[in-house]
């Protein structure tokens, strides 16, 4: 099957403008919208905001995520001791939900980036369909991931009464909000088309 | 191949050959976990273990760990100790709170407390129970610590002095008493404890800044527990450092009257306790001397502490008084073994001692100088109504010379049977003559005599009382009769028409009359007393003639 890149057209993703690339990137003759045939840099651009976002996965996951004040007492909560006073308080389905979101999706979509960075990097021929839908999967699934973020936000604007309750955000939360943001950044700089290279296009 | 109706795309050419810049941002993800650890780190210290005997009050997670009331970490587990006799709280200390793991730090948990000294910890009824920490100086650290049960009495940051007394009757003396000077509270008692020997107890006492100072080597301790009550000339008088040492006791201190200054006592300085005031003031005792006395006459009572006198002086206390029997004259004697103090004599001892220094002579030549003079040992009565007594060395001149034998160098003193013996011996002889009288016999006596009344009085109730009766009931009739009588007679003499008053009255009448012819022959004779001679003058008659 004949690509645009092996007859050296791309089209424009703004304006649809077909132009001879020679191989070359270059910006939209009518629209000045960069035109490419793989995404510009997109392998260390991915490679390097998927790297930020496992480093930065650590720490999301070991501070304190959530301040809380409970006249007599207070408590600090990670997202996993979150988790698990949860369940102690018989809440299954909210904790499953919370684990879901803000520990397994955030861990799958590092590592789903991470396997197709690996393979399109070899040239891999394994599964491109496969691996084509993870893609869209990843995509489609990264905008829910920032549920733990929310929900401190929102309780530390409510609950604010004074020495008695009070909710405030831990550390943890800037962290876990560059998690969601950098692996959404990097499966956006990753070009799903170079899954199907036989060699590289940069 | 490349069809010429499409445009050719602007050029950029680029530098190549140079990482990209998009690796910035795994950097600053990077250098933002690493500053996020770091300060996470700083804020988490190390963590310790901590021992206490239970775990009440502390919870796993909840519990805080703090220093003067700030939180400087958190008990994160509560487990048994492997010998299961102890619970070990492994405390998260904060990173501002690794000064708290010196290795002479002290911890304990504070519950609320009410005792005598007040109120404390009042908070964690609400807040539950916290860990207390009292910082320590040292510059190492440490990771396990055993816990206080009680908080301490004196944290580091107060500044003061802690001493150690010594003594073996502590009283009510209990952790918390306060210390006095001159009736102020200037510290606390920290610890009472028994001592090694476990005969005498070691009190540990904090005396604040700037009042410790006061406490100087010559510096003399006292028990200030309780009420101190005494009737002397001066009346009933009543002591009391404080209401509160009534109760929860107390020590007081002060320097002993007529002592010069000395330098400040150490830390740690040992000093006695003495069981009061007035102890603690007396002069203490220098040059111990035993005695030995060997008394034929029994000595009643607890020997031991009685005292010994010298010339109205008390100088020592017999220490224990013990029988012993003598093979040659098959008589039991008392050996009466006593302390004394010879310089409470004051100026005389010194006299003495120099005397004995002048003269060469040896302490027991000293003695048996005095004893050659009649130095003799006395039990005498202190107290006739308690039986008390003491003993007395007084100079007897008439006593018999006496060679003293000295005995394991312990002194014998020759003793002499004491006035309280002679005294004894008569209130023995009238109690005797008390005994002779034969009260039982008396006793019986009085008892006959009674049953003889009773018997009597028995007697009269049979017999006389219903004779009586009958007697009675005659003398009615006749009282009735007697008043009958008299009722007659009335009516004889009293009517005034009876016959006794008409004549009566008649016979008054002519008496009258006879008074009257008596007045006329008078008045007559008066005027014509020759008619005595001549007889009566034929003149007019008088007037009036009956």
């Known amino acids: ?202 | 191949m490349t069809d010429e109706r499409y445009p050719i795309p602007t050029v950029h050419h680029r530098k190549r050959g140079r990482p990209s810049a998009v690796w910035i941002v795994p950097l600053i993800a990077v250098i933002a976990a690493g500053v996020l650890a770091v300060r996470s780190y700083l804020r988490n210290g190390p963590t310790i273990h901590i021992t206490f005997d239970t775990a009440d009050g502390i919870e796993s997670g909840k519990s805080e760990v703090r220093y003067k009331n700030v939180p400087v970490g958190r008990v994160t587990r509560v487990d048994l100790s492997p010998d299961h006799q102890h619970i070990i709280a492994t405390v998260q200390l904060t990173g501002g709170g690794a000064v708290v793991a010196a290795t002479d730090s002290r911890f304990w948990v504070e519950r609320p407390r009410i005792g005598v000294g007040g109120v404390s910890g009042l908070g964690t009824l609400l807040s539950g129970a916290y860990i207390g920490v009292d910082i320590g100086a040292s510059k190492e650290k440490t990771k396990t610590f055993v816990g206080l049960e009680r908080p301490p009495g004196v944290t580091n940051d107060q500044h003061g002095t802690r001493y150690r007394l010594s003594t073996n009757d502590a009283g009510s003396l209990a952790p918390q008493s306060p210390v006095y000077v001159q009736r102020q509270s200037v510290g606390s008692v920290l610890s009472v404890d028994l001592a090694k020997d476990g005969r005498t107890l070691d009190i540990e006492i904090f005396v604040a800044a700037p009042y410790d100072k006061f406490v100087t080597e010559s510096t003399v301790f006292w028990n200030a527990s309780g009420v101190d009550v005494t009737l002397d000339a001066s009346g009933l008088r009543l002591n009391t450092e404080s209401l509160a040492t009534v109760v929860a006791g107390g020590i007081g201190f002060g320097p002993r009257e007529g002592t010069p200054p000395t330098p400040a006592a150490k830390e740690n300085a040992r000093f006695r306790l003495y069981t009061d005031r007035r102890h603690a003031m007396a002069k203490p005792d220098t040059d111990p001397l035993a005695l030995e006395m060997q008394f034929d006459e029994p000595i009643r009572g607890n020997a031991a502490g009685v005292n010994v006198e010298l010339a109205g002086i008390h100088i020592g206390e017999v220490v224990d008084i013990v029988p012993d029997y003598d093979e040659a004259t098959k008589l039991f004697h008392y050996d009466a073994r006593a302390t004394v103090y010879p310089d409470r004599l004051g100026p005389a001892y010194k006299k003495l001692v120099a005397e004995g220094a002048r003269k060469g002579l040896s302490g027991p030549q000293m003695l048996q100088a005095l004893v050659d003079r009649g130095l003799r040992a006395q039990v005498k009565s202190s107290n006739l109504l308690t039986g008390a007594y003491y003993i007395d060395l007084a100079f007897d001149p008439a006593a018999k010379p006496v060679k003293l034998a000295p005995k394991d160098g312990v002194w014998i003193v020759p003793t002499q049977r004491g006035g309280t013996d002679l005294m004894l011996q008569k209130v023995t002889d009238i109690l005797a003559k008390v005994d002779r009288i034969p009260f039982e016999q008396i006793g019986g006596d009085v008892s006959n005599t009674a049953r003889a009344a009773s018997s009597l009085l028995g007697h009269l109730d049979a017999n006389v009382v219903p004779a009586m009766q009958g007697v009675m009931t005659r003398a009615e009739t006749a009282m009735g009769a007697l008043k009958d009588s008299l009722a007659a007679l009335r009516d004889n003499v009293a009517a005034p028409d009876s016959a006794l008053q008409q004549t009566t009255r008649s016979t008054l009448e002519q008496l009258d009359r006879a008074a009257f012819s008596l007045r006329t022959l008078a008045d007559y004779l008066s005027t014509h007393p020759e008619a005595l001679l001549r007889g009566r003058d034929s003149g007019p008659e008088p007037k009036g003639a009956p």
């Open chain 1, 1 to 202: 099957m004949t690509r645009g890149i092996d007859v050296g057209l791309a089209p424009c993703e703004s304006c649809e403008l077909v132009v001879r690339t020679h191989h070359r990137a270059g910006l939209c003759p009518r629209c000045a919208e960069p035109v490419h045939h793989r995404k510009l840099l997109w392998r260390p651009r991915a490679w390097a905001l998927l790297v930020a976002a496992a480093v930065l996965y650590i720490p999301a996951n070991t501070l304190v995520m959530m301040h809380t004040e409970q006249f007599p007492q207070h408590r600090d909560d990670t997202i996993m001791s979150g988790i698990l006073y949860l369940v102690n308080e018989d809440a299954w389905g909210l904790g499953l939900i919370v684990f879901t979101a803000s520990i397994v999706v955030p861990l799958l979509k590092i590592l789903a980036l991470a396997v197709l960075l690996v393979t399109t990097s070899r040239h891999s021929r394994w599964r491109r369909r496969g691996r084509t839908t993870l893609y869209r999967v990843l995509e489609v699934v990264g905008h829910w991931s920032m549920l733990d973020v929310f929900v401190v936000a929102l309780l530390a604007a409510v609950v604010q009464l004074g020495r008695f309750a009070a909710v405030e955000p831990g550390p943890a939360v800037l962290p876990f909000a560059g998690v969601v943001v950098l692996t959404m950044l990097a499966s956006a700089a990753f070009d799903p088309r170079a899954i199907w290279d036989e060699e590289a296009y940069d």
